[in-house]
């Protein structure tokens, strides 16, 4: 991972971090010692990596939610445009709203999964700097749900399936969004995905940030990674409002319930895709191939649905999302 | 328990108020005349469920629906105060089960289905019952071929409170206001200060004609959350109705003195056993000279 900066990670991984950077120095030490060093060397090597293993066992095995939103937000964790590149053949990307502009925020385009074709979108944060700031953190304003509305209605018209991948803090809160109709746009793809006439994926791959989400978020399967979070405000926001302060996002997460777990007892996720230990960014590349195993599984179980029974599976489950109780009137 | 339309409303008695908007002293009985409503800034006060069914629909029409719907605490959650205080806080407060008010009742003649999203309720949030009633409404409308009207005021968008589940409400009336819209229904959505956040971005949205009470807070994000988050200061008047009727989402502002009579001539042009509007026999005669004017400005 050259380039990245390795410490620039949530503090409860630091500590492995900074003893996995060290076994490295020792195995470059290593590499030029002899005889007895060479031995001595070797020992402490395999202490340290078993105190790693320790360790890794007792941070990664008990995380509480706060961790977990912090994971989903880990600056190495993989982005749309990796599982794009890793698991899309053939992807042509489809730009522009035809209306005002074309938001980076949200990527749409033509792909090939797995000799399917599908229409793929998803939310852009970006990992360099630049990137980060061209796709405005994974914040999108009107014209980007407004793309992507666009794009599946094009999916429908050409029948194809469509995977949305969701990663967003949410949806920007600023005053040209509010100027060009931020809730309209949301509201109405919103409302279009409810009863658009081909299968919808929709595979939670970080954050999942309220209205942004769900802007490309109402579909036919609700998947999300281990690690990543799904809640109606953030944590911070939310510990701003109960107890007039942000730091408090940890107890915040914890209340929101927001967690893969929390939202499958809730009976709004579906299936919950599991992530190599300590999160997708410490294996990528299994992270990619859980992705791609379920993905293939949901699709392929999806595709086999005709359109009339899926359109009723959708509306009911939909209909079915809400807890309360019916008492004498 | 029987149901009963409650009547209570926080103001204090007393022959003159301030305005909260203009602060200009005002008579309480012009006020009330007005729909409350300031004479002078034409501010439209916060009223009541009630009042609302009084001002929009025909005398005695209303039925009530859904009810026997109720909320739980679905998450057990509990920042300074619990989920459960502050609904029972609620239901003292304005003596309704929750946010949101459905049932059928008739517009000059007409029946709708008509639900208010009350703003005296956790500032109109809307959780499970809420978006289960929307939904409902949205299903009554369509299984008996009725316009659907909502009155919103949610100016709390998703409740908190109930986390995950309030937030794919969104979802869930958008989808049951789909269907209706699909099979030629119609939806008339009046929207009353303030609607924002999570309804505002779904079911309050989403009306074949939206029409706004003037000065009424509509949007996205909160005027804080934005401020905060561009760091400066917002234009006046941003995010009110009339920044939305200028930026092209609103087909009317319309003061609440007129908001029933509007609603008629909406119904006569949506619904076809509506009769058209009788000429007015004054127009006859300067037909000709008015052609002109036709199109009121502004509101």
Not at chain 1, 33 to 40: F, L, Q
Not at chain 2, 247 to 261: S, V
Request: charged share 25%.
């Amino acid at each position: 991972m050259s380039g990245v900066d390795r410490l620039n990670v949530p503090e409860f991984e630091r500590p492995i971090v900074e003893l996995e950077m060290k076994i490295e120095g020792m195995r470059m030490d290593l590499a030029t010692a002899i005889g007895e060093r060479k031995a001595s060397i070797e020992t402490d090597i395999s202490e340290f990596e078993k105190d790693l293993k320790k360790l890794m066992e007792s941070v990664f095995g008990n995380l509480d939610p706060w961790d977990r939103v912090q994971l989903s937000r880990h600056p190495n964790r993989p982005l749309v445009t990796d599982y794009i590149n890793v698991l899309i053949d053939d992807f042509q990307e489809l730009k522009g709203d035809r209306a005002y502009k074309d938001d980076a925020a949200i990527v749409c385009g033509f792909g090939t999964f797995e000799g399917n074709k599908v229409m793929v979108m998803g939310h852009r944060k970006g990992r360099t700097l630049k990137e980060r700031l061209e796709c405005n953190f994974g914040c999108a304003h009107p014209e980007g749900y407004r793309k992507a509305l666009r794009k599946m209605k094009l999916a429908e018209k050409l029948n194809l399936p469509i995977i949305s991948f969701i990663n967003t803090p949410g949806a920007y809160p600023g005053i040209e969004a509010e100027e060009r109709g931020q809730s309209q746009a949301i509201a109405e793809n919103i409302r279009e995905m409810s009863g658009l006439r081909v299968p919808i994926i929709t595979l939670t791959i970080g954050e999942g940030g309220s209205g942004g989400a769900l802007g490309i978020g109402v579909g036919d399967r609700y998947l999300i990674m281990e690690n990543a979070y799904y809640s109606v405000i953030s944590p911070e926001g939310c510990a701003a409002i109960l107890w007039h302060d942000a730091k408090k996002a940890s107890d915040a997460a914890r209340v929101l319930r927001l967690t893969p777990n929390d939202l499958i007892e809730l009976g709004i996720m579906d299936e919950i895709v599991p992530e190599p230990f300590g999160g997708a960014h410490r294996d990528p590349r299994k992270a990619y191939e859980f992705v791609r195993q379920y993905l293939l599984k949901h699709l392929a179980e999806l595709m086999a649905i005709p359109v009339e029974q899926l359109m009723d599976q959708r509306y009911k489950k939909l209909r079915g999302m809400g807890k309360y109780i019916e008492v004498a009137a | 328990m029987r149901w009963a339309l409650s009547r209570k409303r926080g103001a204090p008695d007393g022959l003159w108020m301030k305005c909260p908007s203009c602060e200009a002293m005002v008579y309480r009985k012009v006020v009330e005349e007005g729909l409350h409503t300031c004479p002078e800034c034409q501010f439209h006060f916060r009223i009541s469920a009630a009042e609302r069914v009084d001002h929009l629909l025909d005398a005695d029409s209303f039925e009530p629906l859904f009810e026997e719907l109720e909320s739980i605490d679905p998450l057990g959650f509990k920042g300074k105060k619990s989920y459960k205080e502050k609904l029972k806080k609620a239901q003292e407060a304005t003596g309704h089960r929750e946010a949101a008010l459905f049932g059928t009742g008739k517009i000059a003649g007409k029946q709708v289905v008509f639900g208010i999203i009350d703003p005296n309720f956790i500032m109109g949030s809307m959780g499970s019952v809420v978006g289960e009633k929307i939904a409902r409404g949205a299903e009554h409308a369509y299984d008996h071929k009725l316009p659907l009207i909502i009155v919103s005021g949610s100016g709390g968008g998703a409740r908190m409170e109930e986390g995950i589940l309030s937030l794919f409400q969104m979802a869930k009336t958008s989808a049951a206001i789909k269907r209706l819209q699909d099979a030629g229904g119609i939806y008339i959505a009046v929207l009353t200060n303030a609607t924002m956040g999570g309804s505002m971005a779904s079911w309050a949205a989403l009306g074949d004609i939206t029409i706004a009470e003037p000065q009424a807070l509509l949007g996205f994000a909160g005027p804080r959350v934005i401020s905060q988050t561009v760091r400066q200061e917002l234009p006046p008047g941003f995010q009110t109705s009339e920044f939305l009727v200028e930026h092209g989402f609103l087909d009317q502002i319309c003061h609440r003195k007129e908001l029933r009579q509007r609603l008629v001539s909406m119904l006569r042009y949506t619904c076809a056993d509506m009769p058209v509007a009788e000429k007015p026999q004054q127009k006859r005669h300067t037909a000709k000279i008015a052609k002109t004017n036709k199109v009121q400005a502004g509101t």
